[in-house]
């Protein structure tokens, strides 16, 4: 470690402590406890439509969230992601602008369809894409979420740091994000409603440390996803070791899927699914669910794929060996089998191999493939298999 990484950690360390200090009052965790047992399942506007959301979008989605047999299969949340804002009144409260005629009334029919709705802020004056933050409006903005019906809020740092540059030193500006989102969380908690409090900072200040206790029911542990297999790899292979920070309302929030969006191959995809459900992220589509091909639909309801995502026993998987371009992932589910993934991030296929005694089973496994849908019987020692480049072989195991 050199110099500056040393003052660095050094620096998170008494940040945290400090964290730690401030968050020791009778607070709880999470905003509230009622939601997000499970890693929460639904859709966000941003990866697909970014400022092109409006009403009819929303409504196209819900509808089709139903007819494409998506909720069926868990996907309750349909999240309106940045560009909705409009302009605050006399008194302070923020309305929609013009693409959201009236956003109660968009609430009541997403509602009527057996969903939930989601919107976005953030604890700065500005949002990412520049239009108006809850800053000292957290109390007004809860409330007025809580009018319209809403069930979901994803807090978006962005404009927060400009008046966090101002702070005075690094630490300073570490507590008063914290003290930003404790904020939000106590005036999401004033109005009653029980609503998924998602923390979006990109990962800053090793957020999985402190942000159950802030009231997150999840929160991003990185900067944004594209629709790419390099960045959705770099940020899915890149949470190794977050695992013990997560579980039953509280979940590292590796960022929203692009399936189906184009950039990836299937097998791409599937390697996207599969991490996610090892990683128990949140599943949120960032597709057009309202054009999409019956491959992407498969893809999203792997009832197998999205059992393992929502095991409840809440315990996220990590990274069990690498060796060159593969990696095996191990999950543990609260049936005492394990979700094993065998991912070949090389771009061709690749020879691999696992050991279920290494895993910890003794005698013989039961094997299932699970993408495939497929018994593999019975087996002692090392299973071997070829995986397709930038795939995986999904299995679920048991004694
Ligand atoms: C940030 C977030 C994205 C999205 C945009 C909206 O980049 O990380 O997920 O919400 O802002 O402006």
């Not at 604890?123 to 800053?135: H, I, L, N």
């Not at 404009?159 to 500006?173: C, E, F, N, Q, T």
């Not at 309202?290 to 315990?315: C, F, H, P, W, Y």
Request: charged share 20%.
């Amino acid at each position: 470690m050199n110099a500056q990484a040393k003052h660095k950690s050094a620096s998170v360390k008494l940040f945290l402590a400090g964290v730690l200090v401030l968050l020791a009052a009778p607070l709880g965790r999470a905003q509230s406890a009622s939601v997000a047992a499970t890693p929460p399942m639904g859709w966000n506007s941003w990866n697909h439509f970014a400022e092109k959301v409006n009403d009819a979008v929303i409504r196209a989605q819900a509808d089709a969230m139903v007819s494409s047999g998506m909720r069926d299969a868990g996907y309750v949340y349909i999240n309106i992601d940045d560009t909705w804002e409009g302009k605050r009144d006399a008194q302070g409260f923020i309305h929609a602008n013009s693409k959201f005629p009236d956003m109660k009334a968009l609430a009541d029919y997403v509602h009527s369809k057996g969903l939930k709705i989601g919107i976005y802020s953030s604890p700065g004056p500005e949002t990412c894409a520049k239009f108006a933050g809850s800053y000292g409006h957290e109390e007004q903005d809860a409330t007025t979420y809580a009018g319209w019906g809403i069930d979901y809020l994803k807090y978006d740092l962005c404009g927060l740091r400009d008046i966090m540059a101002g702070a005075g030193s690094p630490d300073a500006a570490n507590k008063m994000m914290v003290d930003a989102y404790v904020k939000m969380r106590d005036a999401l908690r004033k109005t009653g409603r029980p609503i998924v409090y998602s923390f979006c900072q990109y990962g800053d200040a090793a957020v999985w440390q402190w942000a159950a206790a802030a009231g997150g029911n999840l929160w991003r542990t990185t900067g944004d996803i594209n629709d790419s297999y390099e960045r959705m790899a770099t940020i899915g292979f890149g949470q190794a070791g977050l695992g013990k920070f997560a579980g039953p309302g509280h979940w590292n929030d590796p960022d929203m899927l692009e399936v189906g969006n184009g950039g990836m191959t299937a097998e791409e995809y599937r390697t996207h699914m599969s991490l996610w459900a090892i990683l128990a992220a949140p599943l949120l589509a960032g597709n057009d669910l309202s054009a999409m091909s019956r491959e992407t639909l498969a893809l999203l309801t792997n009832r197998e794929v999205l059992a393992i995502d929502q095991d409840s026993a809440g315990k996220e998987g990590d990274r069990f060996s690498a060796e060159g371009p593969t990696e095996i992932w191990v999950r543990p589910l609260g049936d005492g089998s394990k979700a094993v993934g065998l991912f070949n991030r090389h771009s061709g296929p690749l020879d691999m191999q696992v050991d279920f005694r290494e895993l910890g089973f003794k005698g013989a496994v039961k094997v299932r493939d699970v993408w495939a849908a497929k018994e593999l019987g019975s087996m002692r020692g090392t299973y071997k298999v070829q995986v397709a480049g930038h795939g995986v072989i999904l299995l679920r195991v048991s004694e």
